[in-house]
């Protein structure tokens, strides 16, 4: 059980164009979905806190025009990198947790690459 | 802002060998976990410690938290070469799942035959 997903694995788009990923909870219902992001041979930053039907809390330093985070359900949450750059190529990692639970569940994670 | 410190950063030994990774970090907090990387990969979770005092073994691994000290350690026996990844600690400052966690910097771990 406390399956996560994310789709796509990776994906290699041109500077300029705008890249969506999706992290579903696959077998439960999360109450709160969080995204982390991976530079390589680097630790996970929070980018952002995401609530079902409600507006996403960002991490200082994180451009919420930049990162949009839709949470439409209890088992979707979706980051739109908008106009990518090559310093947005990285490791986005979305996790999911359900209220008063021990832990996260960690999706496998999203490449992007950025050219 | 919660700071969460690990030491050491890259650690290299031989197999059968005993080793220990610490993870420090700056407020109090009453969860804290550790998570496995390979390469190219996500995150397998690895112990969930909950409260002060907490150790929890699973094969060569056994973590331990000390909430007074703001101390985990992750304790490695007898190390083989299928333990070779990067090591995690993070902390939850919410205590409920309803925070993201604040992750060290990573233990890089090579064992070698």
């Known amino acids: 059980g406390a399956v996560v997903s994310q789709h796509p694995s990776w994906v290699i788009c041109k500077s300029g164009t705008s890249v969506k990923i999706e992290c579903r909870s696959l077998?439960?219902?999360?109450?709160?979905m969080f995204w982390y992001r991976q530079f390589p041979k680097q630790s996970l930053m929070l980018m952002a806190t995401s609530n079902e039907g409600s507006k996403a809390t960002y991490e200082q330093g994180v451009e919420k025009d930049k990162f949009l985070i839709n949470h439409a359900s209890l088992t979707l949450s979706t980051l739109t990198v908008t106009s990518a750059h090559p310093e947005d190529s990285s490791f986005y990692i979305c996790?999911?947790?359900?209220?008063?639970?021990?832990?996260?569940?960690f999706g496998p994670g999203t490449r992007l690459l950025v050219l | 802002e919660l700071k969460v410190e690990q030491n050491p950063l890259f650690l290299s030994m031989q197999e059968g060998k005993n080793y220990t990774i610490y993870c420090n970090y700056s407020t109090t907090s009453d969860r804290l976990y550790w998570y496995r990387q390979d390469p190219g990969k996500s995150l397998e979770s690895l112990f969930v410690?909950?409260?002060?005092?907490a150790v929890k073994q699973e094969g060569r691994l056994m973590a331990s938290l000390d909430t007074k000290a703001r101390l985990s350690t992750l304790h490695i026996t007898a190390a083989v070469h299928d333990l070779s990844a990067t090591y995690f600690c993070a902390v939850d400052m919410s205590g409920g799942g309803a925070d993201g966690l604040t992750f060290g910097k990573g233990t890089h771990l090579i064992i070698q035959p």
């Open positions: 410690l909950l409260s002060n005092g």
């Open positions: 077998d439960f219902q999360a109450t709160t």
């Open positions: 996790s999911a947790s359900i209220a008063g639970a021990e832990t996260q569940y």
